[in-house]
């Protein structure tokens, strides 16, 4: 279990922890956010049930079929007892190649910094395994999750992707981080 001692001093960074799902905790904060895109036209019910429902069929341009993905390796920022954030880690063993997943947070403002905190613990914790090829994605739709990617590695992305569930496809951008970099923690 790593705790990153760069972390504010309202959270407490843990990780990583291996599960076969996602934590009750960080699928509720993805529902809290999925809601608030819901609310902002940026997906209909429909779209979000399509990308989150375990009877929908998806096809992802990142994600193999499930006998080629590790089990989700998840970072969690915690306050007293409360989950403010948290990430999960996916190796796609059928490229050999590692990917950053769920970045999500509580929306309040007392909480930013959590995002760049746990993308900084998972990468620490990769770096030091001699992990060479790791990968972020995030869904054109999602323009606010566009822009953190953007800010945090300061760049366009590198590749084009896509999410295809039910009968929607939503494209996606990608991006490739560099062995041994980090967020410089004046970023949010």
Not at 147 to 168: C, N, Q, S, T, V
Not at 171 to 185: F, N, Q, R, S, Y
């Amino acid at each position: 279990m790593i705790t990153d001692a760069r972390s504010s001093p309202q959270w407490v960074i843990s990780g990583p922890t291996s599960s076969p799902t996602l934590s009750t905790e960080i699928r509720r904060l993805q529902d809290e956010w999925f809601e608030t895109l819901i609310a902002d036209h940026v997906y209909t019910r429909e779209q979000v049930d399509a990308q989150t429902s375990a009877k929908v069929e998806r096809e992802c341009s990142w994600v193999p079929s499930p006998e080629q993905l590790s089990w989700p390796n998840e970072f969690k920022a915690t306050v007293g007892d409360q989950v403010v954030g948290g990430l999960a880690l996916y190796k796609n063993l059928r490229d050999g190649y590692w990917f950053i997943e769920n970045v999500i947070r509580d929306q309040s403002d007392a909480y930013k910094g959590v995002g760049r905190d746990l993308v900084r613990a998972a990468l620490t914790a990769l770096w030091s395994r001699g992990v060479t090829h790791v990968r972020v994605h995030s869904l054109v739709p999602e323009q606010k999750s566009g822009r953190y990617w953007r800010r945090l590695l300061g760049r366009e992305p590198d590749f084009d992707a896509y999410l295809k569930a039910d009968d929607f496809e939503f494209k996606a951008v990608g991006w490739i981080i560099e062995p041994g970099w980090l967020p410089d923690p004046s970023t949010g």
